[in-house]
């Protein structure tokens, strides 16, 4: 684990990736992207292969399920279908991944935020139904900012915003797009195993990985116990 023992206790900001990485959420996209595709008369995917598109904005998530041959004038129409569609299904399926909460609960001491490409009104809303904003001081989606992640800007912010620097931050998430967020950041980074995107840390090994939740808080309070 290239991450000390020494900088882990020094970690007083972590920043969560959402989808992959604190709420399993896959259901209730792929539902959300079909119900999509069947209004614009394409074929319909397995929750697999929308998975596999997930993780850089919903621009990018529907221009996959499209097609990348897909007119922009077709792609902004299946944004508008899909954000409809989404907002009526966002809670249906989607709960806490095992130990999350657990994992939260046991950090709370340290300061949490945010920071996902999905629309910042779905995230809040998310996150509120799951009873798990209160962990947080801050929610920055995707179009909180002009960049969305892998750019550092939203890092950046939370950073300020909290008064701790790059060196006693983690960014915490499921793919290489958060790897290098907290990469072009300067801050630390860890990999959850479990999530929609994990394939993607094979490409951008973040500092340390871990299969639940729950290892990181224990690792992060080591020293406190």
Known sequence: MPISADALNRIQL???????????????????????????????LSVEQVASYVGQGVSVLVRRALGE??????????????????????????????GVCEALEELRTRKLAVLTNKPVHFSRS??????????FFQIYGGNSFENKKPDPVGLLQLMTEADVPASKTLMVGDSATDVLTGRNGGAWTCGVAYGIGAETLREEPPDFLVKDLRELSALLNQDRE
């Open 126 to 135: 998310i996150l509120d139904g799951l009873g798990l904003s209160r962990y």
């Open 14 to 44: 972590l920043v969560f990736d959402l989808d992959g990485t604190l709420i399993d959420s896959e259901t209730d996209l792929a539902l959300s992207v079909n119900a999509t595709l069947e209004r614009m008369g394409s074929p319909t």
């Open 69 to 98: 041959d897909a007119a922009e004038e077709e792609v902004n129409r299946g944004v508008t279908i899909f954000l409809d569609e989404y907002r009526e299904r966002m809670l249906d399926h989607t709960k806490p991944y095992p």
